[in-house]
């Protein structure tokens, strides 16, 4: 059972997932489209804690905070086995880039200023 006061899980329900998944799934090549919350969500872990795929993938298979966060779900598949192999990570999370990184950003920004009934501000940073 995962507490729900972790900040990664706080923080996993604030984002709006399923605007995410319809903003960046055409931008992923079609058999790795069912993995689109795995790739964004292992691109927020990097970019959050300035982690490699290879430190991701680790964290992956001892943190069921991480497989929450990258699936909504800790009894996603072997704990012990990343779903993807770190090369083809990489390649997707490149697809990303420019169009699928700005959904990122709305995707995590706009739940929660919404939720706090305050106007986003153009000079958020995510520390």
Known sequence: MLNANHKLYQLSESI???FLEEAITGL???PHQDQWRLV????YLKSFYDLSTAEVIKEWSVCPYYRFFCSGDVKTGRADVFP???AVLDKLSLSLSGEGYDAMIKALLVPTALQKNQPLKSSLTIH
Request: charged share 10%; proline share 8%.
């Open 16 to 18: 709006d997932w399923v």
């Open 28 to 30: 992923m090549t079609q």
């Open 40 to 43: 964004a969500g292992s691109i």
């Open 84 to 86: 993807v192999l770190p």
